[in-house]
């Protein structure tokens, strides 16, 4: 799939009628049923834990459930590959993981209902293998939903389809956030007056929210996508797949885990400097991702699995990219893949601390960023999927990447302002709009990059990358601060993204030159 739309901008009578395609629709519920899970594991499992009586530290340990989603992408080819016995034959292969994945986040979901972290004992360890349940699912899930997006329909339609997804993920993050929040303490449970039963119920009303993912599931189709180059393979070639995956995930688990105090005394000793302990943090992933490879790189090479599988699987999909995209285009999209985001998840780390150094109250803070902010995010990814659907992807794109550098500035006045609550709202406000609307137009500009042969693995990729130097550069935001100040920080942030509108100006030439229809 190229990245490219439309060459002509198409009218806003035909943008609004494809607002209401069918899968188009489809993908809010999906989006919705992909936001339920994150807070369960973050924010609403915090609360419960701490109001239990757990410690601090032993709450905070539960927050690696979540590492599944940024690790994704290295399970991904299982997804594209293995067949789910049964279902694959009944629904299809994209439906068939889908319905894996669902039942199995409600089966995750319905475990921790029924545990009460206040008994003592193994009840935290059963708490804690529950949560990774859920999150290893949640993260199938985000994995299936994102090739079966991309799948399902014309590239023209990418664009809506991100934004209503985006929608749907917001919603069901409130759904899952305030929404558990507010059941939770209206079925008697608080600070001081914890109720076991009202957050079993709470919980259990949780999993019956996925049933709006897993109902359409099952009435949506199977995308049709040619295959017909795919091997096929014995039952026992798809057994030793996973058998050699899941001892090269327990070797990266186990160095990244047991290296961790090792590079914490390393950053200690260097002083605590953000740039160092950045560089370690980098040294660090890089050590576990090396060892975790060098283990699977040795299982193959003794036969542990046939080599023709391990290649299609692990290989093919980064070789298809650069070989469609050459090395320098292809270096080029990684770097704007890797950046896109930078200045507001970076900002984004920090936003919230922030606001309480200012001295707004966490009730103020709540409602502009949790409430008002979640709606205006909508707002914008809705607007960014219109607009690039009639105007083109990268027009848009390259629209977010300005006002998302842009955006920091209003910071600035915020942080020179102190606690005004109208400026507080000017300042989220933009920010989300800004940032929802970059998101619809980046997914979709990411969508259609992927290869049909590879959709799963290469958009789970690109979704990890964008992600990844933007949140380890985000730990230090704290350290930045403190040398320079916050509009030091506002303006460090607001430069950090100009290079971003410099990459996809560049892109966009070269796409063009490389002989892909130029994008919008």
């Not at 943008?15 to 994150?38: C, K, N, Q, Y």
């Not at 393979?233 to 105090?261: I, K, Q, S, W």
Request: overall charge positive; glycine content about 10%.
């Amino acid at each position: 799939m190229n990245p490219s739309t439309q060459t002509e901008p198409r009218s806003w009578k035909q943008t609004g009628r494809e607002l209401l395609d069918p899968g188009v629709v489809s993908m809010l519920f999906l989006g919705f049923s992909a936001g339920i899970p994150l807070l369960l594991i973050f924010s609403s499992l915090s609360l419960w834990l701490r109001e239990a009586g757990i410690e601090r530290n032993a709450v905070t340990f539960f927050s690696w459930a979540a590492l599944a989603f940024s690790f994704k992408f290295i399970w991904a080819p299982l997804v594209d590959r293995l067949p789910v016995p049964f279902l694959t034959r009944w629904f299809g292969r994209r439906r068939a993981w889908l319905l894996v994945a669902q039942t199995s986040i409600i089966v995750a979901i319905l475990l921790m209902a029924h545990v009460d972290p206040a008994t003592g004992g193994d009840s935290l360890t059963w708490m804690a293998l529950a949560a990774v349940m859920l999150g290893f699912s949640a993260a199938t899930q985000d994995i299936v939903i994102d090739a079966y997006r991309i799948e399902s329909a014309a590239p023209r339609l990418q664009a809506l389809m991100s934004s209503t997804y985006i929608a749907g993920y917001r919603i069901g993050m409130v759904v899952a956030g305030a929404g558990a929040l507010y059941l939770a303490d209206l079925f008697g449970s608080e600070a001081g007056a914890y109720d076991y039963m009202a957050w079993r119920t709470t919980y259990l009303i949780m999993a019956s929210t996925m049933l709006v993912g897993l109902i359409t599931t099952l009435r949506i189709r199977e995308p049709v996508t040619d295959r017909s180059g795919d091997h096929h393979y014995a039952p026992t070639d798809y057994l030793r797949l996973l058998a050699v995956f899941a001892v090269t995930a327990a070797t990266f688990a186990m160095v990244f885990f047991l290296g961790d105090a090792f590079f914490s005394a390393l950053k200690t000793s260097a002083g605590g400097g953000a740039l160092t302990g950045f560089l370690l943090e980098m040294l660090h992933f890089v050590l576990a991702v090396s060892a975790a490879v060098a283990v699977g790189w040795t299982l193959v090479t003794l036969g542990a699995i046939n080599r023709v599988m391990a290649r299609e699987t692990w290989l093919e999909p980064a070789l298809d990219f650069f070989r469609r995209y050459g090395l320098k285009t292809a270096l080029l999209l990684l770097a704007l893949i890797g950046l896109y985001r930078i200045s507001d998840i970076v900002l984004g780390v920090i936003s919230n601390v922030f606001y309480q150094d200012l001295g707004f109250t966490k009730s103020q803070i709540a409602t502009a960023v949790k409430t008002f902010g979640v709606f205006v995010s909508i707002a914008g990814g809705l607007l960014g999927g219109l607009l690039a659907t009639r105007y083109g992807v990268m027009r848009i794109l390259m629209l977010g990447a300005i006002l998302s550098s842009a955006a920091q500035l209003i910071f600035i006045a915020l942080a020179n302002a102190g606690a005004n609550l109208v400026l507080l709202y000017i300042a989220v406000g933009a920010d989300n709009l800004v940032a929802g609307l970059a998101s619809a137009a980046f997914v979709a500009f990411l969508s259609s990059l992927t290869s049909v042969s590879f959709t799963a693995v290469q958009y789970a990729i690109f979704s990890s990358l964008m992600t990844l130097l933007p949140k380890l550069l985000g730990g230090y935001s704290g350290t930045i601060v403190n040398g320079v100040g916050y509009p030091g920080f506002f303006v460090f942030t607001c430069l950090i993204g100009v290079p971003v509108i410099v990459l996809v100006w560049i892109a966009g030439k070269r796409l063009a030159i490389d002989g892909h229809a130029k994008p919008g």
